[in-house]
């Protein structure tokens, strides 16, 4: 099972920072991501999606993943209307992916105009020596599992 972590800042180079830390902890092995991007709220209420080189390489999930899953979070389009039709037909057949409401709000709510978060989905890690690693950025830390179900319906669903 996948978990899906998010971590908040109060700004962008910080969350930029918390992802080259995990780009490293993942080529010394103490992390296994499936993938990972930022996504921030600029002071106009807009969000962006920052998906940088692929930390895993081909197995990487990509724009699409994050774009239906921050459509599904944020409720808003994100990528484009593909993206938008593609959240909207996953919740017009009833698709759920296992991400609650609550969940859904407190991520809302941490990327707030000005602020930003790291997502990541990660497939196993060395707990204790990652948190040792990103303990000095801080931020505010929001989990949830996606069961191994809830992953192969948003890949299904992606795939066509």
Do not use: C, N
Not at 6 to 28: C, F, K, M, P, R
Not at 116 to 129: E, F, G, N
Request: aromatic share 4%; hydrophobic share 45%.
């Amino acid at each position: 099972m996948a978990e899906l972590i998010v971590i908040g800042y109060d700004d962008e180079e910080t969350a930029e920072s918390v992802l080259d830390e995990l780009q490293e902890l993942q080529h010394d092995y103490l992390i296994d991501l499936q993938d990972a991007a930022i996504v921030r709220r600029d002071k106009k209420g807009k969000l962006k999606v920052q998906t940088p080189g692929s930390p895993t390489g081909a197995g990487a999930l990509g724009g699409a993943f994050w774009g239906l899953l921050f459509g599904l979070i944020f409720l808003v389009p994100i990528g484009g209307a593909i993206i938008g039709g593609i959240a909207g037909a996953l919740m017009g057949k009833g698709v759920d992916l296992g991400i609650k409401e609550d969940f859904k709000k407190q991520v809302g709510d941490l990327v707030s105009p000005g602020k930003s978060a790291v997502l990541m989905v990660i497939r196993q890690a060395t707990p204790d020596k990652v948190l040792e690693e990103l303990k000095p950025y801080g931020g505010t830390v929001l989990r949830t599992s996606l069961s191994h179900a809830d992953e192969e319906a948003l890949l299904e669903a992606l795939q066509g």
